[in-house]
């Protein structure tokens, strides 16, 4: 009996708090508060935010404080946009490599002196997988699909390690490139010194001969 | 018969409490924050003895000299309010502790400068599970502590992983200042050396025109 209240008040605590999951963020009472992601193309994000107020404000969490919230590709082009909400879940494919944000405003003033705290779930690629689902298809439950989950790790890990090292083969072709430049460009900076020299005294020897100094 | 069945519904209460456990227990997360000056990010702690791991990266930088910017400052602060862990002036570091408490936990970065900085973080709670989760009368099934061994395993690559891309955007913006440089800078170099030499010739002859024509007569 210990055990299955013990059982219910945790599923109770996930379920009806899900600000318990994920970060929190305070949020100032003016201006944006922005999180953002480098992501490369093909990965899925789902995000879920709650808004509250912290608990030196509002111990029970009665109240939620309205925000808006806005989620941008790198190319500024618009995701996800709400206005005056306090939860809410988001969800979206990356198409372009680059800083995926996701940016939190309070709304209006009405807040008084409390800070608004935002509790942001953001999960990326294989922590994004629908499992639920997976289980259900193929009907496997339990340690299956607990094993299952490890193995889509390791190979979460693996096409992690690729997307690195052609990563890293981009860098270092960048990073010669940048040697030979650095190289060719002293060696024609030494030149236009000694032509810009030799030019000048030549000229000043041309001009003192015209005005008959030497 | 009547105890059977309770305990048999206790059974199955309690493998499905752990595979939930094992499930939800898996907190991470990755972000980046822009610090101006105090930054902080809260994760909370379920179990008392977890281990708290993760890292972070200073990724943007636009300063111009190096060691003008030391780094930034990181402390974490338990819920009943002392440091637990602090790392100061780096551009990035691991950091793995031991939750003395269960709670909400504060992680702060601090920015010492006035440049703002873009860092970029992560960090997992991980649990085994063990004896104290459970109630007196059920065994811990080792097949589940091996499988959460595991999976921590998997989470502390994976953290490592992430580490390293963030330590390659760090790098990778490091280089395109080094290309953009090169290249700025010796233009600029030549601009400035045929410039200077032009106006040497131009105040020579202007020295000489004035005053020898003056002492020629």
Known sequence: MKLVEAAAVILVAFVVA???????????????????????????????????????????????????????SPYGNNLYHQEKVSYGQFSFTATETGSYTACFTVDGEQHGGKTVTVGIDWKTGISAKDWDSVAKKEKIEGLELELKKLEGIVQAI?????????????????????????ARFSIMSLGICIVTSVSQSLYLRRYFRKKKLI | MESRRRLRGARVVYTLLVLLFLGMVNLVSALSVTVNDLECVYEYVLYEGDTVSGNFVVVDHDIFWGSDHPGIDFTVTSPAGNVVNSLKGTSGDKFEFKAPSSGMYKFCFHNPH????????????????????????????????????????????????????????????????????????????????????????????????????????
């Open chain 1, 18 to 72: 899900p600000a318990v999951r994920g970060l929190w963020v305070d949020l100032p009472s003016t201006g944006t508060k922005c999180v953002s992601e480098e992501l490369h193309n093909h990965v899925v994000v789902l995000g879920d935010y709650h808004s509250f107020f912290g608990q030196n404000d509002d111990v029970n969490y009665t109240v939620s404080p309205s925000i808006s919230v806005k989620v941008t």
């Open chain 1, 158 to 182: 693996r096409d992690n390690m690729n997307y690195m090292m052609s990563r890293e083969m981009d860098m270092r072709e960048v990073s010669e490139t940048a040697n030979s430049r650095v």
């Open chain 2, 114 to 217: 006035s440049t703002p900085e873009s860092v970029s973080f992560y960090i997992h709670v991980g649990h085994i599970p063990t004896e104290h989760d459970l109630a007196k009368d059920e065994h811990l099934d080792p097949i589940n502590v091996k499988i959460a061994e595991l999976r921590e395993s998997l989470e502390s690559v994976t953290a490592e992983q992430k580490y390293l891309k963030a330590r390659e955007a760090r790098h990778r913006h490091t280089n395109e200042s080094t290309r953009k440089r090169v290249i700025f800078y010796t233009v600029g170099e030549y601009i400035m050396l045929a410039l200077a030499s032009s106006l040497q010739v131009v105040y020579i002859r202007r020295l000489f025109g004035k005053t020898v024509a003056y002492n020629r007569v």
